[in-house]
């Protein structure tokens, strides 16, 4: 196992009626920003319980956070924190709510282009961000528990992630109630965002990491168990309940602890919702079934691993088996209802591969993956498969 140092400092209220704990985690002299997307809060009455928590404390709203949270929209939140002089945040919403306020966070007190946080992925965040809390109402991204956010900027079709230890949510209300109201298509968004993240930290090469290996695997099959119960029957509190837990854990930071990671799936992936706007989600079911098969060398043993302990694949050639894990994979992607191929969302295969490559080689991206072998021409490889 590798050397690491853990320490995920949110503080998690899981459950029914949580959202009241809002008032004893931020202080009753501070002003807040509320920050939210297109309104479902105001549809499924979590925007009533957080009013009601927050009570007499000062508040600006900011409504409009898109999906894959815009630079250009964010800086009008910005600006709003800085003539207000907020010095709390909130977010109540999905991911990109999320990850939206922690831009936002730490923008507000930083001198200077406010753009270079997603270029330089954090490190030009010198004044302490300010401090944020989150209601979580969509079950995919992990940034209720992570120091993670990625920003996108459509006017020059951009779309960065940033780190930053002090982005951390202080607190993150976790009711699966909240996410009963979500359409099909978000729930499996999800569910297929959740599992790539779990592959990402776990299907790259063994570490000796017994428990982050038993712990990512049981992940994965509460994602299995769990996701199509949630489907199929949408007001199954405790199926979502286990989604909600799982898709936390699948980006806190523990199953990552002291083994390699992968992460070009998104790295590829992000290119792809920036240049043509697809789904998150999808456009990691695009790249995963590819990657697995190029990288089958390098990630074998986890591969085989993966095989046996999560599909139950245990007989067999190790390559057929290999492949059959593959096959699993985007089958799973493709019964939660997300297309696995470019030709799904209307992309030639060969033109996009192409695009791709160039785009990330052009910011420097050339050596991605755990041993830094995905290179330009392998990721052209990988989108090519996807055909
Ligand atoms: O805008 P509203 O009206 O709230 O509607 C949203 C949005 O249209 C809706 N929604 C959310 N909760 C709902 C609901 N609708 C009904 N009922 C509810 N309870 O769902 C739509 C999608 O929301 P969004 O926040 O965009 O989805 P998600 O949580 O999947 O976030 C995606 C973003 O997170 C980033 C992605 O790149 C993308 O920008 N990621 C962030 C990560 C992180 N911070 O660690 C890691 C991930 O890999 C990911 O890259
Ligand atoms: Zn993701």
């Known amino acids: 196992m590798e050397n690491f140092t853990y320490h995920n400092p949110t ?21 807040v920003l509320l920050l939210a997307g297109g309104g479902s809060i105001k549809k499924n009455g979590v925007y009533d319980q957080v009013k009601n928590a927050l009570g007499a404390r000062v508040t600006h709203e900011f409504f409009g956070v898109e999906a894959n949270p815009d630079f250009d929209t964010l800086m ?11 010095d709390w945040v ?8 999320l990850d939206g306020a922690k831009f936002v966070a730490a923008a507000a007190p930083h001198a200077g282009d406010a753009w270079q946080i ?10 302490p961000p300010l401090p944020l809390g989150a209601v979580l109402t969509l079950p995919a991204t992990g940034s209720e528990a992570n120091g993670n956010a990625v920003i996108s900027r459509r006017a020059i079709k951009e779309k960065l992630a940033f780190h930053h230890p002090l982005v951390y949510p202080r607190f993150s209300i976790l009711d699966p109630g909240t996410t009963l109201s979500l359409p099909a298509r978000q729930i499996a968004n999800g569910i297929g965002d959740a599992f790539c993240h779990v592959l990402e930290q776990y299907l790259t090469f063994p570490a000796a990491a017994a428990l982050q290996d038993r712990f990512a695997e049981s992940i994965l099959k509460v994602l299995i168990d ?3 119960k949630t489907l199929a029957d949408p007001s199954d509190y405790d199926a979502r309940a286990n989604l909600v837990w799982a898709a936390t854990w699948a980006l806190n930071g523990a199953i990552g602890a ?30 995963l079934p590819g990657l697995m098969r190029v990288q089958r060398e390098t990630k074998r043993e986890k591969l085989t691993q993966y095989a046996a302990r999560v599909w139950r694949l245990r007989e067999g050639a190790g390559d057929a088996r290999i492949d ?15 297309r696995t191929r470019l ?17 990330l080689a052009a910011r420097g991206e050339t050596a991605l993956g755990e041993r830094g072998d995905i290179t330009p021409s392998r990721i052209e490889q990988i989108l090519r498969l996807a055909a």
């Open 343 to 359: 030709a799904d969302y209307g992309l030639d295969a060969a033109e996009t591969a192409a695009q791709v490559a160039r785009r």
């Open 76 to 86: 009008q939140a910005v600006a709003l924190a800085r003539r207000e002089k907020s």
């Open 11 to 31: 503080r998690i209220h899981f459950g029914r009626g949580q959202i009241k704990k809002i008032s004893r985690e931020i202080p009753a002299g501070a002003r």
């Open 226 to 228: 769990e996701g199509p």
């Open 258 to 287: 002291g083994v390699p990671q992968d992460w070009a799936t998104h790295a590829i992936g992000h290119e792809l919702t920036a240049l043509h706007g697809i789904d998150h989600a999808c456009t990691l079911a695009i790249v």
């Open 118 to 127: 997603p270029v330089t992925h954090g490190a030009a965040i010198t004044a």
């Open 90 to 97: 909130l977010a109540a919403g999905g991911g990109s709510v």
């Open 324 to 338: 059959a894990a593959i096959e699993h994979t985007r089958a799973f992607y493709e019964s939660l209802g997300i």
